[in-house]
């Protein structure tokens, strides 16, 4: 235990119990406006309405006071009242939330969450951006396995958020206005009212806006950039109604809108140490922690000296000190929420949800029913490469010296929409769609995802007076998942558009040779997915009385998923009449991988079989020679079709899975407020797609099982004022879905893959309320983690493949030879190198010091070296040095997280003041499974707090508050891909003041 976390502990449990233990005598001259006793929260975590202390299940509730309190807006902070749950945004729009050790770690958008989120008990899309919580009843979060009642993807646990239904108490409602620093503006507010004694409606909303909470230091530099970055600006409004149609038949329905149009950062920044060498992917210095700019000749060596255009960046060492030259330098970064980037983000959000729910009281049970469905649109734009790139020189292809970034247009569908149409060459900049016109260069991503999704389900409970009862339901859920990519850099794609590749129509090329052909068109916005789900269940939980204080749960779900997946790519496509038929003012489109068959030089059709086209290329061909042929060829499309490349590989499109989940408890009520519980849990979740187009890939990851067995205990003591309750598990993962890291195995890329995990942990909660200081109140929550990966491959490191050896050298093979999966990267054997390095220098196998001053390693030997040039001297060349990492933590599960919050209460003329602190710290985790220090989140604490005034009669309240007091920068989580290490930070400091009037029945 170290020193700080030692402080941490003691400052956070003995200022609990200090304050706990404050002397009546404090508050003994006026009475409190509150009870001594603990409010009982009702829960519906096992589908009916029960207090929670007696639920056999691990969970944390909050009711409207306690989510007030706390200032739970959002999902964020909820993590941070709740033992062992996590939180971290990724970079694709949505939020992975985790449970002891359990959330989604693949690299697959259309992967089912761990936990599963529900509103009203309602299941949401998997895939759920971050919500802005408000006019909430309550939030459940089940910690644990609860696929027999909540489905497929619930291994982790459950977190369900309970909007507050109308009332038949006549009207009423309140009016919340915020206002903070960083111009934070925030106003909810919400109306109920009767419109005939049998039905009610409630009106609710969220208006929100603020400025950003990022530093942009090119703000001020590149013009037109923005100083401040990562702000809100949204808003959301929510109808329910409910009508009594018996008194045992009910109906409600919800409609929300929610719309948000800003600059969010879905990351905050990039840890990198700039490399040396222009070979490490990312150009960024393996196993170091830092907030600099990649080594800009890395990106896309292969590009430039295959091409001949190695002066465009500083290959050639434009400046004799740097081999840099930039407009706009970056300055030194150390906080981790400043960013240099010279493109600001979108953030464009929709989503309209509908919900439907219904139950009818029969003598012995109660029939119900729930619906939903969900739609909504996300985009997303941002500076993938986090930096102001250098200066692009005007070279002799490109006198102008301006390299333009394409863009998708702002259209529905833009891919084959009625603008920057593929099919009709308009994609790119050659087609006219152009982001910018910049001198540098830049690197902008796009995402686009969409998803559609209905859910419904039965359910029939008894309600029997006996010693048994039972519960059985059906569901089905069915969601469209739409997802569009699209990464446009001047330094790659578009100049490779503009200029062309060496490898065209398979010629026979010395593969030294510096070739440079005609204008190639290669699209941004390179693929599109639209991926279906179908979920069919049927479940049954019977409870038996043993005894009067033993009870006996078994619980089963039957689930059958299906998963068909559509994709489709933008493939590179040659202008032959400029290059062949001498027409450059008409240009002519054909396929890169059909060329070499329409000039006969190859016996591979491509995609021409495909279509349908071989034959009249075939005989195109023999009548009017290569130009006829091509001018068939050019009608197959660019913009593939529909599975055209899996059907031509024999790859699947549809997986499916059956599994079988459960649940067996027994509880003891040892005593009236004592209860124990023994459980097993089976959760379950599906597998998916790799996106990997290769006849050998493994192209699904499985699904995944989980074993898992609790001891838990809850009490509520000393007259009801002390709430306790404590949990130790262990689960047992099957096949648990993992993303690989390095993507390269046995010859195959594999992104998601499914291996062995045990996690271990334990958890408790106490609620205090003292009897003799009432006007007090304090709260503990502590969890420990031990997890571990098992049965798992060695992994390549992409960021490191040497794994730190010394004996070996990274290189970069901007020819041929590189390893299968490798993108040109490999490492080999310093020893074995060396004596080659004059040879290759000679004939063009290595670029020396006078080609490439900046591409030297100290020992001599150049970092763009022939890999083929290499194997043909007998050197043994290697993908990387695989790293063992059986054994190491699962990423993002800290060994240990402790929440405590206490306040006091002050009776005062016309109403209440209310203190409270809150103190969350955790210790440090990994962000893959590496588990590199550079790669730690390190352990972080934040400390929080809020003066709240209530008056007598509970119309007016006003709270200062203010988190994150000492404005400390911690990392929340990353995104480790294969070629870059993103990662999310905690807020800044904020604070400000709320005013609430409440009028009526609020």
């Not at 359990?102 to 989120?117: E, K, R, W």
């Not at 571990?788 to 093979?813: A, F, M, T």
């Amino acid at each position: 235990m170290n020193n700080q976390w030692g402080t941490s502990m003691i400052a956070g449990t003995v200022g609990s119990l200090v304050v706990g233990l404050i002397p009546a005598s404090i508050g003994a001259a006026a009475e409190t406006s509150r009870t001594q006793l603990l409010e009982e929260i009702l829960v519906t975590a096992q589908r009916v309405e029960e207090r929670e202390s007696e639920v056999p299940i691990a969970m944390s509730a909050f009711n409207e006071a306690d989510i007030e309190d706390r200032r739970i807006i959002g999902i964020g902070e909820l993590s941070l009242f709740v033992p062992s749950m996590g939180y971290v945004p990724n970079n694709v729009g949505d939020a992975t939330l985790s449970i002891r050790g359990v959330g989604s770690l693949t690299q697959d958008a259309d992967a089912d969450p761990g936990v599963s989120l529900h509103i009203n008990e309602v299941p949401l899309a998997p895939g759920q951006p971050p919500l802005e919580l408000y006019d909430l009843t309550r939030i459940e979060v089940l910690r644990g396995p609860q696929s027999t009642l909540y489905g497929r993807n619930a291994t982790g646990g459950v977190v369900n958020l309970i909007t507050t239904k109308p009332t038949f108490d006549g009207p009423g409602g309140y009016l919340d206005l915020e206002a903070g620093n960083e111009d934070l503006r925030r106003l909810r507010g919400a109306m109920n009212f009767n419109v005939v004694d049998s039905f009610a409606i409630r009106l609710a909303g969220l208006f929100l806006d603020r400025d950003g909470y990022t530093d942009n230091l090119a703000g001020g530099q590149v013009p037109g950039v923005p100083n401040e970055i990562d702000g809100r600006d949204l808003f959301s409004i929510r109808t329910t109604a409910i009508w009594r149609i018996t008194d045992h038949t009910e109906v409600w329905g919800l409609y929300e809108r929610f719309d948000e149009d800003d600059d969010r950062l879905l990351w905050h920044n990039r840890l990198c140490k700039t490399a040396q060498m222009p070979v490490t992917r990312a150009g960024c210095e393996p196993g170091e922690f830092g907030l600099e700019a990649h080594n800009p000749n890395q990106p896309r060596i292969n590009t430039f000296l295959a091409n001949g255009l190695r002066g465009m960046i500083p290959l050639g060492a434009r400046d004799a000190e740097t081999g840099l030259v930039f407009r706009y330098p970056r300055p030194v970064i150390t906080d981790l929420r400043d960013v240099h980037v010279d493109i600001a983000p979108i953030y464009e959000y929709q989503q309209d949800l509908f919900q439907i729910g219904a139950s009818h009281g029969l003598d012995w049970g109660e029939f119900s029913f729930l619906g939903g469905y969900q739609d909504w649109r996300l985009r997303s734009v941002y500076d993938h490469d986090w930096s102001v790139g250098h200066e692009l020189a005007a070279i002799p292809e490109n006198p102008s010296g301006l390299w333009p970034v394409a863009k998708l247009p702002d259209v529905e569908d833009p891919l084959d929409g009625p603008v920057c149409n593929v099919n009709a060459g308009q994609v790119g900049v050659l087609g006219g769609c152009v982001y910018a016109s910049p001198s540098r260069e830049m690197w902008r991503s796009e995402t686009r995802k969409s998803r559609e999704a209905y859910s419904l389900e039965l359910r029939l409970r008894s309600t029997s007076d006996g010693r048994f009862n039972y519960l059985f339901g059906a569901s089905y859920q069915h969601t469209d998942f739409h997802s569009l990519g699209a990464a446009g850099n001047n330094d790659y794609n578009d100049t490779w558009a503009l200029f062309g590749g060496s490898y065209v129509a398979n010629r026979a090329v010395d593969p030294y040779e510096i070739a440079t052909e005609p204008p190639f068109r290669i699209a941004t916005g390179g693929f599109e997915d639209n991926v279906q789900f179908e979920s069919y269940s049927e479940f049954a939980e019977v409870y038996v009385d043993l005894t009067d204080k033993l009870k006996l749960t078994i619980a089963g779900r039957y689930n059958r998923d299906e998963k068909r997946l559509a994709e489709r790519q933008v493939v590179p496509a040659l202008d032959v009449n400029a290059r062949y038929l001498g027409e450059p003012d008409e240009p002519l489109w054909v396929r890169a991988d059909a060329i070499a068959y329409a000039f006969g030089v190859s016996a591979n059709p491509g995609p021409l079989d495909f279509y349908g086209l071989t034959q009249a290329v075939d005989a195109a061909r023999a009548a009017g020679g290569p130009s006829a042929a091509l001018q068939v060829a050019s009608t197959a499309p660019l913009l593939t079709a529909w599975n055209e490349t899996r059907t031509i590989l024999g790859l699947p499109t549809k997986f499916d899975w059956e599994a079988v989940s459960g649940r067996l408890v027994l509880d003891w009520r040892v005593i009236d407020d004592v209860l124990t519980y023994a459980s097993y849990a089976r959760g379950y979740r599906p597998g998916g797609f790799n996106r990997v187009l290769s006849a050998t890939a493994q192209t699904e990851y499985g699904r995944e099982d989980v074993n898992s067995y609790e001891l838990g205990a809850k009490a509520r003591l000393a007259a009801n004022s002390l709430s306790l309750s404590a949990a130790v598990f262990f689960n047992d993962y099957e096949d648990m879905q993992l993303a690989s890291h390095a993507g390269v195995r046995s010859g195959s890329i594999v992104p998601n893959r499914n291996v062995d995990s045990e996690i271990l942990g334990a958890e408790f909660e106490v609620r205090w309320r003292p009897i003799f200081a009432p006007q007090a109140e304090v709260e503990l929550g502590y969890s420990w983690l031990q997890t571990e990966l098992r049965k798992i491959e060695p992994e390549i490191d992409p960021l490191w493949l040497s794994n730190g050896d010394p004996s070996y050298v990274e290189l970069y093979s901007f020819a041929s030879g590189a390893p299968a999966g490798s993108s040109g990267r490999y490492v080999a054997r310093i020893d074995e190198v060396l004596p080659l390095v004059d040879a290759a220098i000679a004939i063009g196998a290595a670029f020396g010091p006078d080609q490439v001053p900046a591409g030297i390693y100290p020992n001599g030997i150049p970092a763009l070296f022939d890999g083929l040039f290499l194997q043909q001297n007998g050197v043994e060349i290697l993908p990387g040095i695989p790293v063992d990492v059986a054994g190491n933590r699962i990423p993002d599960t800290p060994e240990h997280t402790l929440h405590s919050g206490i306040s006091y209460t002050w009776d005062v003329p016309f109403g209440a003041v209310t203190a409270r602190w809150d103190y969350y710290w955790q210790s440090s985790s990994y962000l893959t499974i590496f588990n590199r220090r550079h790669e730690s989140t390190g352990e972080w604490e934040q400390h929080d707090a809020s003066l709240i005034y209530e008056s007598l009669d509970a119309r007016w309240s006003v709270r200062a508050w203010i988190r994150n007091i000492g404005n400390e920068a911690h990392i929340l989580g990353g995104y480790r891909g294969q070629v870059n290490q993103d990662f999310s930070v905690t807020e800044p400091r904020a604070y400000g003041v709320s005013v609430r009037y409440s009028f009526g029945r609020p």
